[in-house]
Every structure is written in structure tokens, then in C-alpha cells.
């Protein structure tokens, strides 16, 4: 029986434990939290205004000859006004961070606005002045006529760790002033609409009315621009979305200083690695940006990336997936000279590369169709010479050969199809019928192979293992 008795308690102590760590964790509330961050949030309104028709004008009023019956149609109000396009209205929200009126937002939530309104947490509006705003990162700055207002201090992002809790503050339909709170779920996630950011998940209630407003750490300090939700419904769903503070208030300083925002810019097109692609590069892992393209001219070009290239390391931050590329790539101003470390098919080199400044986005990568084949070689690819024709339409494209049919399904699986331009096998260009040829009957059966594609103006790498020797 004695041992019965310690054993449980035991058992409570070591629940009691339990309990009080969950306590530690867990705050009893973030009342005050909320109480000293509530005033800098505001409330945004805007408006897009309507068609603004000639008032000496009546198209409304209908020809002469419709019957009296019919005339009322023509003139629902019944006043004989001409009238246009309604106004449209949105709205959002944001967050002060300069007492003298300095207000930052989203850009989505401004975009095209020709009237916006702030509403402060003490129910004063002023109408403000747009300063800029960045579609890429999703920011605008906006400016109040105002003074000695309650503004909310930066925090730092980078320390954020997946599990801790954090606030969002906002008008949720309208709701203004609305408090949510959960966990950050990840870091670093990536949209293609937001390439140059590495978006902050969190569980936070977030839904329409949101966006601007700030996601607040247990300090009180804003750590993220609560920007995006990923729902079927519209509504929140557990998927919410931030821009890093760090992100945002890069933007905000070249908005104020240059009225836009410059951004580094490396040349290429990237993509991720899978296993087979990493053992085809000769990597331990799948892990890197994969180089399918380098723009001619291009600041990559200049320092010497080639496609194949395993981009591993920017100016001494690792890359770990090859999403990891354009926001680092994009914080660094246009001009400075960074170190890039790269995979060369396993051989491992650092490269000293001078940033240009990214005029436009580059564009996606495609896929063609897909067709039968009949066994042909070890790759289970039937291929056939460009005709003149064809080297014309395909603008960019030096050397290769078009696939005319897939025959291995481990080929097919790897996404390649009929109609796509083989350039390159296990870094070895194909220029010719005989080169292909010849690079195929070298390939040992049953190991990785990395191939270079060219499809719907874009070229990428994809690696498979070919079933069996033809």
C-alpha cells in the first residue's frame, strides 16, 4: 500500500510540474499587452470614386419614339439626373509608428484608392496623403496631419520561434479595434504574388478587414503586417499570413528616402530539388536554389553562374530551399558586391557577384502535352532534330532537340513531355542529334540523370532515374 501511496504521489508532482510549465507558457491573458498597443492601431476607409457624368448632359432621358410604358426604364430614379459607375468603398487597416502621423498599411489595402480614410482608436479621422507604396512586399506609408499620436515600436521577427504566441489587432469586417491571438506556425513561407517575402504563418484569427493591421509579439512590439489568409471559404480557417517586420520597414525607409524601392537583383531562374535531382548534382541533399536559367547580361552571367549550378549560400545565409533565394536576394541593395557559395555538380565554389536592380519579375516556367512513345534508349525519350522553323518560333534557345514522345513513365512522372527541348544531360549540352546520341549511350542504367528543359519560354532542370537499360 505504501508503494502504492508514493506512486501516486509522484504522479501528482509530476503533474503539478507539468501544470506549472503550461502556465509559464501559457499567459493568463494579454490585457495589458493589448491595452498599451490598442490606441496606435487605426481603421482605414477608401474609396474609389464613380463615374462622374456631365451634368449638361440627360443620356438617361430615352429616344422619342419608346412608348410611355417603356420610359420609366430608362429613368429608375425618376428625376432625370444622368447617372455613372457607384462609387466603391474597401478599407483595412494599419498601424502608427510615427508620432507625427506616419501610418503603414498594406499596399492591397490602398491600391487604387482615390480617397483614404484613417480613423483613430479615439474616433478622430483625418484624410490621408498616400507617401508610397510596394506591391512586391505589400506595404504602403500613408501620412495623417496630426501630432503627439501613440505609435507602436518595431520588434524583430528573426527571434520568433514556431509555438510562441502573438496578437493581431484589426477591423475584421468592419469590427474595428478586434484583438485575436494564437501561435506562430512557421517562418519563411513563400507566395508567388510576394516572391521577396518571407512570410511569417501564424493560427491567428484573421479574416477581411485585417489587412494592415499588426501582428504583435508577448513584448508588445510589432513583429509582422498581418497580410494574407489562405481559405476556400473567405473566412479564417487557421492559414493566416505576415510580412516580416524586418521586410516592411526596408520598404517603408526607401519609400520615405526615394519614393520606391530598389531590390537586388541576381539574373536567374531558379527551382527546387527533389532527391533524384540532388544525387543527378552530385549533393548529399536536396537543399539549395537550382539554377535552369541565367538571363544574358545578367549580373549572374557576369560573375560566372551557370545553369546547373547549385546555388547553396547568399552573402553568407544559407539557402535552404530555393524559395529562400529571392527575399535575401531582394533585401540587398542594387550595386553591392556579395559572395555566392554554389554547387557545380558537386564541386563546391564561392563566386563574388555585383547585384543589379530588378526592373521586372521573372516570368514562370511551363509544361507541354503529353504523348505515348515506343522504347527507344536508356532515357525512354524519343527526340528528333529542330527544324529551322521551329528554331525560329523558339526564340532564346541554343542548340538542343525537340522530345517527341515519352515512353518511360519515370520520365513522365518527372513532368517531362512531347513537344519540350532537350538542352542539356548531366551538364552536357546537346547541340546535335549526334551528341545526344552519344551522351545517352554513356549513362550508367540505373543512376540519377539531370535534364535541362526548355517549355513555354523558360528552361529547368528535373532528374529521374530511368527504369531499366534499353
Given at each position: 500500500?505504501?508503494?502504492?501511496?508514493?506512486?501516486?504521489?509522484?504522479?501528482?508532482?509530476?503533474?503539478?510540474?507539468?501544470?506549472?510549465?503550461?502556465?509559464?507558457?501559457?499567459?493568463?491573458?494579454?490585457?495589458?499587452?493589448?491595452?498599451?498597443?490598442?490606441?496606435?492601431?487605426?481603421?482605414?476607409?477608401?474609396?474609389?470614386?464613380?463615374?462622374?457624368?456631365?451634368?449638361?448632359?440627360?443620356?438617361?432621358?430615352?429616344?422619342?419614339?419608346?412608348?410611355?410604358?417603356?420610359?420609366?426604364?430608362?429613368?429608375?430614379?425618376?428625376?432625370?439626373?444622368?447617372?455613372?459607375?457607384?462609387?466603391?468603398?474597401?478599407?483595412?487597416?494599419?498601424?502608427?509608428?510615427?508620432?507625427?502621423?506616419?501610418?503603414?498599411?498594406?499596399?492591397?489595402?490602398?491600391?487604387?484608392?482615390?480617397?483614404?480614410?484613417?480613423?483613430?482608436?479615439?474616433?478622430?479621422?483625418?484624410?490621408?496623403?498616400?507617401?508610397?507604396?510596394?506591391?512586391?512586399?505589400?506595404?504602403?506609408?500613408?501620412?495623417?496631419?496630426?501630432?503627439?499620436?501613440?505609435?507602436?515600436?518595431?520588434?524583430?521577427?528573426?527571434?520568433?520561434?514556431?509555438?510562441?504566441?502573438?496578437?493581431?489587432?484589426?477591423?475584421?469586417?468592419?469590427?474595428?479595434?478586434?484583438?485575436?491571438?494564437?501561435?506562430?506556425?512557421?517562418?519563411?513561407?513563400?507566395?508567388?504574388?510576394?516572391?521577396?517575402?518571407?512570410?511569417?504563418?501564424?493560427?491567428?484569427?484573421?479574416?477581411?478587414?485585417?489587412?494592415?493591421?499588426?501582428?504583435?509579439?508577448?513584448?508588445?512590439?510589432?513583429?509582422?503586417?498581418?497580410?494574407?489568409?489562405?481559405?476556400?471559404?473567405?473566412?479564417?480557417?487557421?492559414?493566416?499570413?505576415?510580412?516580416?517586420?524586418?521586410?516592411?520597414?526596408?520598404?517603408?525607409?526607401?519609400?520615405?528616402?526615394?519614393?520606391?524601392?530598389?531590390?537586388?537583383?541576381?539574373?536567374?531562374?531558379?527551382?527546387?530539388?527533389?532527391?533524384?535531382?540532388?544525387?543527378?548534382?552530385?549533393?548529399?541533399?536536396?537543399?539549395?536554389?537550382?539554377?535552369?536559367?541565367?538571363?544574358?547580361?545578367?549580373?549572374?552571367?557576369?560573375?560566372?553562374?551557370?545553369?546547373?549550378?547549385?546555388?547553396?549560400?547568399?552573402?553568407?545565409r544559407p539557402i535552404e530551399v530555393f524559395s529562400d533565394l529571392p527575399p535575401i536576394v531582394?533585401?540587398?541593395?542594387?550595386?553591392?558586391?556579395?559572395?555566392?557559395?554554389?554547387?557545380?555538380?558537386?564541386?563546391?565554389?564561392?563566386?563574388?557577384?555585383?547585384?543589379?536592380?530588378?526592373?521586372?519579375?521573372?516570368?514562370?516556367?511551363?509544361?507541354?502535352?503529353?504523348?505515348?512513345?515506343?522504347?527507344?534508349?536508356?532515357?525512354?525519350?524519343?527526340?528528333?532534330?529542330?527544324?529551322?522553323?521551329?528554331?525560329?518560333?523558339?526564340?532564346?534557345?541554343?542548340?538542343?532537340?525537340?522530345?517527341?514522345?515519352?515512353?518511360?513513365?519515370?520520365?513522365?512522372?518527372?513532368?517531362?513531355?512531347?513537344?519540350?527541348?532537350?538542352?542539356?544531360?548531366?551538364?552536357?549540352?546537346?547541340?546535335?542529334?549526334?551528341?545526344?546520341?552519344?551522351?545517352?549511350?554513356?549513362?550508367?542504367?540505373?543512376?540519377?540523370?539531370?535534364?535541362?528543359?526548355?517549355?513555354?519560354?523558360?528552361?529547368?532542370?528535373?532528374?529521374?532515374?530511368?527504369?531499366?537499360?534499353?
Amino acid at each position: 500500500m505504501n508503494h502504492r501511496l508514493k506512486l501516486i504521489r509522484h504522479a501528482a508532482l509530476a503533474a503539478a510540474l507539468l501544470l506549472g510549465a503550461a502556465a509559464q507558457a501559457m499567459p493568463d491573458d494579454f490585457a495589458d499587452v493589448v491595452e498599451d498597443t490598442i490606441p496606435a492601431v487605426v481603421n482605414i476607409e477608401t474609396t474609389r470614386f464613380g463615374d462622374r457624368p456631365d451634368p449638361d448632359a440627360n443620356p438617361s432621358q430615352p429616344p422619342d419614339d419608346v412608348p410611355e410604358l417603356f420610359r420609366r426604364f430608362f429613368d429608375p430614379y425618376g428625376d432625370g439626373m444622368p447617372r455613372g459607375r457607384p462609387d466603391q468603398q474597401g478599407g483595412g487597416s494599419g498601424f502608427i509608428v510615427r508620432a507625427d502621423g506616419l501610418v503603414v498599411t498594406n499596399h492591397h489595402v490602398i491600391e487604387d484608392a482615390d480617397e483614404i480614410i484613417v480613423r483613430l482608436a479615439d474616433r478622430r479621422e483625418f484624410v490621408a496623403e498616400l507617401v508610397g507604396s510596394d506591391a512586391e512586399t505589400d506595404v504602403a506609408v500613408l501620412k495623417i496631419d496630426a501630432e503627439d499620436l501613440p505609435t507602436l515600436d518595431y520588434g524583430d521577427s528573426s527571434t520568433l520561434r514556431p509555438g510562441e504566441w502573438v496578437i493581431a489587432i484589426g477591423s475584421p469586417f468592419r469590427f474595428e479595434q478586434s484583438v485575436t491571438a494564437g501561435i506562430v506556425s512557421a517562418k519563411g513561407r513563400s507566395q508567388a504574388q510576394q516572391q521577396y517575402v518571407p512570410f511569417i504563418q501564424s493560427d491567428v484569427a484573421i479574416n477581411r478587414g485585417n489587412s494592415g493591421g499588426p501582428l504583435i509579439d508577448r513584448n508588445g512590439q510589432v513583429v509582422g503586417i498581418n497580410s494574407w489568409i489562405l481559405s476556400a471559404s473567405g473566412g479564417n480557417i487557421g492559414l493566416s499570413f505576415s510580412i516580416p517586420i524586418e521586410t516592411a520597414e526596408d520598404t517603408v525607409e526607401q519609400l520615405l528616402e526615394y519614393g520606391r524601392v530598389a531590390r537586388g537583383y541576381l539574373g536567374v531562374g531558379i527551382q527546387g530539388l527533389n532527391r533524384e535531382q540532388a544525387d543527378a548534382m552530385g549533393l548529399d541533399r536536396p537543399v539549395g536554389a537550382l539554377v535552369n536559367r541565367v538571363e544574358p547580361g545578367s549580373a549572374a552571367e557576369e560573375a560566372g553562374i551557370e545553369a546547373g549550378d547549385v546555388i547553396l549560400e547568399v552573402a553568407g545565409r544559407p539557402i535552404e530551399v530555393f524559395s529562400d533565394l529571392p527575399p535575401i536576394v531582394g533585401s540587398i541593395r542594387p550595386g553591392e558586391e556579395i559572395e555566392v557559395r554554389i554547387s557545380r555538380w558537386g564541386d563546391e565554389r564561392t563566386l563574388t557577384v555585383e547585384l543589379a536592380e530588378r526592373e521586372e519579375a521573372p516570368t514562370d516556367d511551363g509544361r507541354g502535352p503529353a504523348s505515348d512513345a515506343t522504347p527507344t534508349n536508356t532515357l525512354g525519350l524519343t527526340v528528333e532534330p529542330l527544324t529551322e522553323g521551329q528554331r525560329r518560333q523558339l526564340e532564346g534557345v541554343d542548340g538542343g532537340v525537340m522530345i517527341t514522345a515519352v515512353e518511360s513513365d519515370a520520365a513522365y512522372r518527372a513532368g517531362i513531355r512531347r513537344g519540350q527541348v532537350l538542352q542539356m544531360i548531366n551538364n552536357r549540352p546537346i547541340d546535335s542529334m549526334e551528341a545526344f546520341r552519344a551522351i545517352v549511350e554513356d549513362l550508367e542504367p540505373g543512376r540519377s540523370v539531370a535534364v535541362l528543359l526548355w517549355s513555354n519560354g523558360s528552361s529547368r532542370f528535373v532528374a529521374y532515374t530511368p527504369e531499366a537499360e534499353r
